[in-house]
């Protein structure tokens, strides 16, 4: 008989009111069930839980019944490959059958259900992926998990080679991963199977990619594993502008809040406005995420410290506070310069964003024609209320209108 081979104190989400009630649909009708994956690692290490996955020898259909006996909602989320989701208090929980692989053939993989908690484990990535645990906190190992997370060790499980093999994403997980959990030097033998396998990158979609890039630059300090895959090529195909991580160290220092994957990324690149517009098409950003990383690696404005505090408030006025706020730390990061970059951020962090007093209409009455010259009367009267650092108020722009209209 397995013996757990730790145990993880209770934790809030295990015992929250919604968790009991799906847990005990599922021991009300003697379905045995256990967490798994992320939330046991993350609880481990003491880190927020985000998604709580469940595993349970009980088929789906069966799960799906328990649920609804018990009042819960179940959804049909991947009947065939053994996954329901559970909705209790608007709280999603993943319920999988256990698995075990039958035939395994790149990503995909002809799968049987089973009650072998050990088999369904073996088909977990990582061996700190494979753990699982009961309702009282019993952790159960089957590869070393545990040994794995507490070095810091990103393992796979079984040959890395061919877990690679199965589903190139793995790959990119593999340094992901030890971006947010691992310490020191990689695995050997998950580093020489990754390095091996990368110019099989490019059969991956690219918006598979773009998750896991984005995930790893998330990282508390993203550069050492960045380090790595550009020592080896990693990354070549997928981000050929990707440059020198100096500057990504030196942002670091300089973020205010949680990490910002794109600005990371604009810090890591070397390129002009076209770069990042084919980095954009490439990893397939969003329009929003496309119209930043432009904006971050080449400005249609200078910003930087230097520049007097009228020129830092009118790239506010036309770019946004938090824009240059976001050019400010880059620029430093870039030049490794941060002299008067406090003082310049202060002026950013005054800005008071504020709208040109006059619209069309307004010249209108002052008798301007309608038509194309109108709209350039507009604009060069806003020009001159920026160049005068927004001091113009309503009455001064009308006459300055008047004038140019009477010359």
């Known amino acids: ?7 993880i104190a209770p934790q809030d989400w295990m015992t929250a009111a919604p968790t009991r009630a799906v847990l005990a649909a599922l021991a009300a009708g003697g379905a045995e069930a256990r967490f798994v994956g992320g939330c046991v690692r993350d609880a481990l290490l003491g880190r927020p839980v985000r998604d709580i996955d469940i595993a349970t020898p009980a088929a789906p259909e069966r799960v799906m019944a328990l649920l609804r006996t018990a009042g819960l909602k179940a959804v049909a989320t991947g009947l065939k490959h053994g996954t329901v989701t559970a909705v209790a208090e ?3 929980y993943e319920i999988t059958t256990l698995r075990e692989d039958v035939e395994t053939f790149g990503r995909h993989a002809t799968v049987a259900f089973t009650a072998d908690w050990r088999a369904d484990a073996a088909r977990r990535d990582f061996t700190m ?4 645990c009961d309702a009282a906190g019993a952790v159960y190992d089957y590869f070393g998990g545990l040994a794995d997370l507490r070095a810091g060790r990103v393992r796979f499980v079984g040959d890395a080679a061919r877990r690679i093999a199965e589903d190139y994403l793995r790959l990119l997980r593999f340094f992901r991963f030890h971006a947010h959990y691992g310490r020191g030097a ?7 199977a990754a390095v091996a396998a990368a110019p099989h990158l490019i059969r991956l ?14 990282a508390p300090d993203p550069v050492p594993t960045l380090d790595i895959m550009i020592a080896h090529r990693i990354l070549e195909e997928e981000l050929p502008e990707e440059g020198s991580t100096a500057p990504l160290a030196r942002l670091l220092r300089l973020e205010p809040g949680p990490p910002d994957a794109l600005l990371r990324l604009a810090a890591l690149v070397e390129t002009d406005r076209r770069g990042a517009d084919a980095i954009a098409e490439r990893l397939r950003l969003s329009n929003a995420e496309r119209a930043r990383l432009e904006l971050l690696t080449d400005p249609p404005l200078p910003v930087a410290a230097k520049l007097p505090p009228e020129a830092l408030r009118r790239a506010c006025y036309r770019l946004g506070k938090a824009a240059v706020a976001d050019l400010l730390r880059l620029s430093a990061a870039r030049r490794g310069e941060y002299s008067g970059l406090d003082a310049a951020l202060a002026v950013v962090a005054a800005w008071d964003p504020r709208a040109f007093p006059l619209k069309g209409r307004d010249l209108l009455a002052l008798g301007a024609a309608k038509g194309p010259a109108l709209g350039a009367l507009l604009d060069e009267l806003e020009d001159w209320w920026i160049a005068r650092d927004f001091a113009p108020d309503r009455a001064a722009l009308l006459e300055e209108a008047r004038r140019r209209l009477a010359a």
Do not use: K, T
Not at 186 to 192: A, M, N, T, W
Not at 211 to 218: N, P, Q, Y
């Open 90 to 92: 608007h709280r999603p």
């Open 129 to 132: 992926n494979a753990l699982s």
């Open 1 to 7: 008989m397995e013996r757990p081979a730790s145990e």
């Open 186 to 192: 990689p695995d050997p033998e998950g580093l020489r």
């Open 205 to 218: 979609s690219q918006e598979r990619v773009r998750a896991e890039l984005l995930r790893l630059l998330e």
